[in-house]
């Protein structure tokens, strides 16, 4: 008897894997510069950085959910 997974099924959990990973990176990453580092509210700064801010969250978003979209097409 073969020992090992199917190769179809390692592919299949590397696809979940990968998709939990990356979007838990991304949302740890906003939130450390939304909330930490203060970029999500403007709070005595002036208005651009909270602006670039959020054009770079849904920027990144769009990059993120456009790599699911291929990582899911395959």
Known sequence: MEQ???????????KIINTISMGLIWMISMVTAGIYFGLAYRDGKPVIYVVLFYICLV?????LLRYFYRLWKK
């Open 59 to 63: 920027a990144t978003l769009y990059f």
């Open 4 to 14: 090992g997974w199917d190769p179809e099924v390692k592919r299949f959990f590397l």
